[in-house]
């Protein structure tokens, strides 16, 4: 059977793209998003989604618009998800291997006498330098050893002050997918506003 887009049936997930309103345009009209490349991108390279999180999505890209003179127009646009292999920092076992790319990587830059990149950017350590090196390691590792391309790498991230005094939990927690293969992105969507005449489907 000849294999399409849609030949594998996992689970879907839905995410937030945060951008210019012209990017969205172009991308409903048949364009694509560009995948990150930063040196501090926190989940290494690729396009990024906020998991679930229209809100928040929308939030960066005001927040970018500030100091970023390619967003104008602050907008989202949805996407569908398959995230198919995926290098998910929620599961342990991922975790692990992580930690253990790390302790390669600095290896490699402790016999060479170069020093190990430091993410920055205050208390939420926006800069992550680090672990984006890292991550980008685990990805070298994982496709010259193991001959197999993660698709996708997924993190929940605690951010922002306390919700409220004492709290374990921040302002600004979410879940973020770093998606590097393209084919994992089965559609783009623009958001909708709930119908209030009728109840979500639970």
């Known amino acids: 059977m000849q294999q399409t887009l849609y030949s594998s049936r996992s689970n ?93 990587m600095k290896g490699i830059f402790t016999a060479n006498g170069w020093n190990l990149p430091l993410n920055t950017g205050g208390n939420d350590l926006l800069l992550r330098t680090l672990d984006c090196a890292v991550i980008e390691y685990e990805h070298h590792i994982n496709e010259t050893v193991r001959v197999k391309s993660f698709d996708t790498v997924r993190g929940i991230f605690t951010e922002g002050g306390e919700l409220y005094p004492n709290s374990g939990i921040k302002e600004k927690n979410h879940i973020q997918i770093c998606v590097r293969n393209p084919n994992c992105i089965k559609g783009y969507f623009l958001p909708r506003r709930k119908n209030n005449d009728y109840s979500n489907p639970e």
């Open 12 to 104: 879907l997930y839905i995410g937030f793209h945060g951008c210019d309103a012209s990017v969205v345009n172009n991308v409903i009209n048949g364009g694509n998003l560009k995948p990150s490349n930063n040196d501090y991108d926190w989940l290494g390279h690729g396009i990024y989604f906020w998991e679930n999180n229209e809100q928040r999505a929308l939030e960066f890209a005001k927040e970018q618009s500030k100091r970023n003179k390619n967003i104008k127009n602050p907008a989202v646009i949805g996407a569908i998800l398959d995230l198919g292999y995926c290098l998910d920092l929620t599961d342990y076992s991922c975790l692990q291997e992580l930690k253990n790319s790390y302790n390669a």
